[in-house]
């Protein structure tokens, strides 16, 4: 599957409704924060300057995004991962791989020449001028720590290059983020709203860098590219402190709890955030299958035919939902997958 989420292929091949199904296929907090109300003129009116202002203050604050960077709204990260190539250096791009697959998507379809390296201190080619580091990685969760990332802006900059750092899981990895040690260095750093938040159909998403680059991104997303509900809401839940750092601690503690699950189910833990945990198993395919037929939906990679991806099931009632699944998974002889 090129992305977890979408469970209309798999009611059509199990049946079921989408409220039949626990979806465990994608690194979305299952806990949203709770939208506020919203008055009605956000809904009715075109969004103002000033209320993206006050979205782009809420953001630089949560986001800890230095001075000297400049900060854009889109309508999620996907936008912005779609304009990159039109905006940054000209050149060969390498990218810490295996990784969110869009990323190569946007350059190859681009007409760039893609590399993907399997470590982010590989040593580049002279004609690579982009540098694209997912940190923390989608779907191993390999960090690259602030202190690296801030070397590799410097070298990406003495290049005539630049140094695209993806965050989308930063909010629920403390210390992970680079934004806070990027003074004084170029590079482009993305955040996603719509996972940590857990609201991901409001597509909402930023970019911080070098005001050039993040200045011509803001002119090809042209006027109005995030709606008033996503600017009112966004302004709200990234200003609300207390509920961030609640909702890191949960996190924590129900990936801690899944897993211990899947460790005394027979799978291997190797990698995750806490959104989603990475697991081995001897027959990918055929676990996620076996899951599929009772109605719980994982993500699995061509590329890796041991690795599940598995994301929170939202509580104890949805643990004990995929538990009772992998016991009768684990028990048959088809699908049995141990490590």
């Known amino acids: 599957m090129k992305h977890g989420g979408d ?6 091949r199990y049946g079921g409704l989408a409220e039949d199904w626990l979806d465990l296929s994608t690194g979305i907090n299952p806990h949203a924060y709770p939208v506020p109300s919203l008055p009605a003129r956000c809904w009715q009116d075109l969004p103002s300057l000033g209320a993206l202002d006050r979205l782009l203050a809420a953001a630089r604050k949560a986001y800890e995004v230095p001075a000297h960077l400049m900060l854009v709204a889109a309508p999620g990260t996907q936008a912005l991962i779609a304009l990159l190539p039109h905006v940054l250096p000209q050149g060969d791009v390498a990218i810490a791989g295996p990784t969110y697959g869009s990323h190569g998507d946007a350059w190859r379809r681009a007409g760039r020449r893609v590399c993907e390296i399997t470590s ?5 080619a002279p004609e690579v001028k982009v540098l694209v580091i997912v940190n923390p990685n989608n779907p191993d969760g390999r960090l690259v720590d602030p202190s690296s990332l801030r070397h590799m802006a410097g070298q990406m900059a003495e290049r005539g290059g630049m140094l695209v750092i993806d965050e989308a899981f930063a909010d629920c990895v403390p210390g992970a983020s680079v934004m806070p040690h990027l003074a004084g260095r170029p590079a482009l750093v993305l955040r996603s709203f719509g996972k ?3 609201l ?6 930023f970019a911080a860098g070098p005001e050039a680059i993040v200045a011509e991104l803001g002119e090809r997303l042209e006027s109005w590219a995030v709606c008033g509900p996503a600017i009112e809401t966004g302004v709200q839940a990234l200003g609300n402190d207390a509920w961030r750092r ?23 833990v190797f990698g995750g955030t806490p959104l989603f945990v990475l697991a081995g ?4 395919a055929g676990l996620h299958e076996a899951l599929a037929r009772q109605r719980i939906w994982t993500r699995i990679f061509d590329y890796a035919p041991t690795w599940l991806r598995i994301g929170l099931p939202g509580g104890r009632e949805g643990l004990a939902r995929l538990e009772a699944a992998l016991q009768s998974a684990m028990a048959d002889s088809g699908t049995a997958s141990g490590r």
């Open 281 to 284: 198993t001897r027959n990918a």
């Open 246 to 268: 609640a909702m890191m601690a949960q996190l924590a503690d129900e990936a801690a709890d899944l897993t211990l699950s899947l460790q005394m189910h027979g799978l291997s």
């Open 196 to 198: 940590f938040y857990g």
């Open 120 to 124: 982010p201190h590989a040593e580049l």
């Open 200 to 205: 991901a159909g409001l597509r909402l998403g």
């Open 7 to 12: 469970l209309g292929g798999a009611m059509a």
